[in-house]
């Protein structure tokens, strides 16, 4: 992997933090497991939830559908999340982001919630970014090469772009690397257009 110069859209987006209202939230969700002694449990299952999110547009689709009624949004989306299992910490957890009509930002929320897990565990966070999900192999992988570059205790956060259309996009703190089509595609074209 080679640091590339970043395309506009790629620069746009800011590595996940935990300030803002997605980091009180999460935040808040850290410390009630942590009170709760419940942090082993919870970790795996935003981690599920957050990949549910990735994973099923339909789910996302009424996460981020602004124009249903709350009380039907709060219903579907409690519904899934009970279905698919998940503690009732978690599931208490979507039922005050719906009541507080946060539903648009859970997955950023739960984005958070990694990185403050992190960062109280003394983890790096890496952002990455790919055009479709990424297989187990892959993941692994990706985090021997993050090893490799003195990085031995990362958590991997992963998000789907279909946009950067191959290769990945990684941010580790200030660092970038990207190897996306999309930001080669750019650079391809100022290389042509700079030959002419």
Do not use: C
């Not at 219903?75 to 957890?93: H, P, R």
């Amino acid at each position: 992997m080679a640091t590339a110069v970043t395309s506009t859209r790629s620069a746009a987006q800011s590595p996940v933090g935990t300030g803002g209202l997605a980091g009180r939230y999460a935040t808040a969700l850290y410390e009630l497991a942590a009170d709760k002694w419940k942090l082993d449990e919870v970790l795996p299952q935003a981690e599920a939830l957050a990949r549910l999110i990735d994973e099923s547009p339909q789910f996302a689709a009424v996460l981020q559908d602004v124009r249903l009624d709350i009380r039907d949004a709060r219903k579907a989306v409690l519904a899934v999340v009970k279905q698919q299992g998940f503690s009732d910490l978690i599931i208490n957890f979507v039922g005050v982001i719906a009541d507080n009509r946060r539903l648009p930002r859970l997955r950023q929320i739960l984005a958070a919630f990694a990185a403050v897990s992190a960062a109280r565990r003394g983890e790096v966070s890496a952002e990455i970014v790919s055009a479709q999900p990424l297989t187990t192999a892959q993941r692994a992988q990706l985090q021997g090469k993050l090893a490799e570059a003195g990085y031995s205790r990362v958590v991997l956060q992963e998000h789907v772009d279909p946009e950067i259309l191959g290769g990945l996009v990684v941010r580790v703190g200030p660092r970038l690397v990207d190897t996306s089509l999309q930001s080669r595609l750019v650079r391809l074209h100022y290389a042509m257009k700079g030959a002419a």
